[in-house]
């Protein structure tokens, strides 16, 4: 069993920046692909980004070139640097773990997900 704890979000203004964390249980963590997910209020949840467990990165289209994500596994936490927010943003953001390892983009292929860390973005 994997329990994810995200941190870090908060309000900021369009074109400023957050970075959340994702500490995670367990000794397997390394294992892992460590992903992220957003969701707005009446959307469904989407794919943001995902770090593979041999540290390769994937991301969305609409994130691309704006948010970084990475990992220590030393510290068995992985982070999602955002930067140039912008309102559409805005959402709900969780962090998951798959057993699989691989750059998986589809939630169900996520094996365990953390409570979600709110991030909102004025304009």
């Known amino acids: 069993q994997v329990q994810l704890v995200e941190s870090g979000g908060g309000l900021v203004q369009a074109g400023g920046s957050l970075r959340l964390s994702c500490a995670a249980s367990?000794?397997?963590?390394?294992?892992?692909?460590m992903g992220w997910f957003r969701q707005a209020p009446g959307k469904e949840r989407e794919f943001v980004a995902v770090i593979s467990a041999g540290g390769i990165t994937y991301y969305a289209d609409s994130v691309k070139g704006r948010f970084t994500i990475s990992r220590d596994n030393a510290k068995n936490t992985d982070y999602l640097q955002m930067n140039s927010l912008k309102p559409e943003d805005t959402a709900a953001y969780y962090c998951?773990?798959?057993?699989?390892?691989?750059?998986?983009?589809?939630?169900?292929?996520?094996?365990?997900w953390g409570q979600g860390t709110q991030v909102t973005v004025s304009s």
């Open positions: 367990g000794r397997t963590f390394s294992r892992y692909a």
């Open positions: 998951a773990a798959a057993r699989t390892g691989g750059l998986v983009t589809r939630t169900p292929a996520y094996d365990y």
